[in-house]
Antibody, heavy 121, light 107 residues
């Protein structure tokens, strides 16, 4: 069955870096666009970034552009989020999600359970 | 505008019908998808496109859209439907955006 498992979260000081991973299994990873979505404590969902199935396109939310980099390894079936210059406001649970793109629109059909990133001094 | 606006909270009596709306200019071009999130859990998608339900989602959930507004309707709300609901859509830049979220309380 499809599984997405995030890892790499933790406590980090403002200005430092952190890399999140999302290990995918149960499907042909290289066929699907993949996303990162985050949720600050007590807040709503915020879309963060997407990477095309073949990694030739990436898009970012304005709030993370220039600081975060999404990447993927289609041989290792793993999605990454490299986060630099972290801010207190980046504190959130980070989810990875698989996108389905169809004639009926796009949607995220599978999500991981999330990994918590806390940015604090 | 690239925002998607939802009412912060709605309540519905057990067994009654509730409609949640999502407004934004991008919905004139792209379909919305809808997600249910319960406390401490990852989101689960419940509706995509005009009105498509994934397997396992009860048929009391339905979707519709008109102009710049997408709607999620729960017909015959159950206690287990109490949750936060978010819409999502693409925007023309290639980015995606989530709605502000609606908390549904079943009375």
């Amino acid at each position: 069955q499809v599984q997405l498992v995030e890892s790499g979260g933790g406590v980090v000081q403002p200005g430092r870096s952190l890399r999140l991973s999302c290990a995918a299994s149960g499907f042909l990873f290289s066929n699907y666009p993949m996303h990162w979505v985050r949720q600050a404590p007590g807040k709503g969902l915020e879309w963060v970034a997407v990477i095309a199935h073949d990694a030739n396109r990436e898009y970012y939310a304005d709030s993370v552009k220039g600081r975060f980099t999404i990447a993927r390894d289609n041989f290792e079936n793993t999605l990454y989020l490299e986060m630099k210059s972290l801010r207190v406001e980046d504190t959130a649970v980070y989810y990875c999600g698989r996108e389905i793109f169809s004639t009926s629109g796009s949607y995220y059909d599978y999500w991981g359970q999330g990994t918590l990133v806390t940015v604090s001094s | 505008s690239s925002e998607l606006t939802q009412d912060p909270a709605v309540s519905v009596a057990l067994g009654q019908t509730v409609r949640i709306t999502c407004q934004g200019d991008t919905l004139r071009r792209y379909y919305a998808s809808w997600y249910q999130q319960k406390p401490g859990q990852a989101p689960v998608f419940v509706i995509y496109g005009e009105n498509n339900r994934p397997s396992g989602i009860p048929d009391r959930f339905s979707g519709s859209s008109s102009g710049n507004t997408a709607s999620l309707t729960i017909t015959g709300a159950q206690a287990e439907d109490e949750a936060d609901y978010y819409c999502n859509s693409r925007i023309t830049s290639g980015q995606h955006v989530f709605g502000t979220g609606t908390r549904v309380t079943v009375l």
